[in-house]
T-cell receptor, first 111, second 113 residues
């Protein structure tokens, strides 16, 4: 079955540590996105990529980094510069101007 | 800067009643999406509205789009408990040669017996 796989489901970060969230899709979609969701809030765009080896900052990119070396993969690194990383992170993908398909999410917490 | 505003943000209703959720947005767009999210889960696509006057219906939910008013509605008919969830609208915008979706804050719907 085609879909988007995010891992891990739960992740804990120690202070000063960088952590990487994985996102893989086998839908052959060109575009991929990372969103952050805080309790009771909507989704805020962190980074997005329309094609391989290219990506753009979203509305809240500070403290995060991404890469897009393969069409199928769009990992997100939460760096130590992100002082408030506790949130639910959602990866999504789509064909141009079509609906987004979402992964099951990663809950990141700080130890 | 694009703003997408939903109201109400919280909605508690009784089974069997009707209600409407509103989604207003501040810039031109020809494409709007509605998603559903259950607690602790991911988002599920409900509707894609592609043009002015578009109306889509599935079960007890009906969505419409008025691009001139920059308004979309999600109407719930004869609510049942299974509709309890958070509903998001999202607007497709073009920025710097690429497209992205901007989401509203969501409407948390609770349907009581």
């Amino acid at each position: 079955d085609g879909g988007i796989t995010q891992s891990p489901k739960y992740l804990f970060r120690k202070e000063g540590q960088n952590v990487t969230l994985s996102c893989e899709q086998n839908l052959n979609h060109d575009a991929m996105y990372w969103y952050r969701q805080d309790p009771g809030q909507g989704l805020r765009l962190i980074y997005y990529s329309q094609i391989v080896n290219d990506f753009q900052k979203g509305d809240i990119a500070e403290g995060y980094s991404v890469s897009r070396e393969k069409k199928e993969s769009f990992p997100l690194t939460v760096t130590s510069a992100q002082k408030n990383p506790t949130a639910f992170y959602l990866c999504a993908s789509n064909r141009r101007r079509e609906k987004l398909f979402f992964g099951s999410g990663t809950q990141l917490s700080v130890l | 800067e694009l703003k997408v505003e939903q109201n109400p943000l919280f909605l508690s209703m009784q089974e069997g009643k009707n209600y409407t959720i509103y989604c207003n947005y501040s810039t031109t767009s020809d494409r709007l999406y509605w998603y559903r999210q259950d607690p602790g889960k991911s988002l599920e696509s409900l509707f894609v509205l592609l043009s002015n006057g578009a109306v889509k219906q599935e079960g007890r939910l009906m969505a419409s789009l008025d691009t001139k008013a920059r308004l979309s509605t999600l109407h719930i008919t004869a609510a049942v408990h299974d509709l309890s969830a958070t509903y998001f609208c999202a607007v497709d915008i073009k920025q710097g040669g690429s497209e992205k979706l901007v989401f509203g804050k969501g409407t948390k719907l609770t349907v009581n017996p």
